[in-house]
């Protein structure tokens, strides 16, 4: 079982940054990869960027593609998502997803096995 939570989210001007972190429970944290996914009001839930176990392989949407980083550190159980030059559209909930096994980062959301109850990200005009 594992446990995650968000933090970070907030109110930010077009433009500017925003970084959320995930923490993680368990001590297997390496084991799993990690996903960033959001959903906007009227929309489906969708893959933001992810990361395996290890941190060695990173995808990404391609509509964030140069503004978000993804990383990880597994010595603290946390994911984190350097969110930059954010725009409006990047307005959502944001949620961190963990699914076994680590080796395999995908963009399916029936495939992580563990879900954070999200923060909110809002990005005005």
């Known amino acids: 079982q594992v446990q995650l939570q968000e933090s970070g989210g907030g109110l930010v001007q077009a433009g500017g940054s925003l970084r959320l972190s995930c923490a993680a429970s368990g001590r297997t944290f390496s084991s799993y990869a990690m996903g960033w996914f959001r959903q906007a009001p009227g929309k489906e839930r969708e893959f933001v960027a992810g990361?395996?176990?290890?941190?060695?392989?990173?995808d990404y949407e391609d509509s964030v593609k140069g503004r978000f980083t993804i990383c990880r550190n597994n010595a603290k159980n946390t994911v984190s998502l350097q969110m930059n030059s954010l725009k409006p559209e990047d307005t959502a909930v944001y949620y961190c997803a963990a699914r076994f096994p680590g080796t395999v980062v995908t963009r399916a959301d029936r495939a992580y096995d563990f879900w954070g109850q999200g923060t909110q990200v809002t990005v005005s005009s």
């Open positions: 990361i395996s176990g290890s941190g060695e392989y990173t």
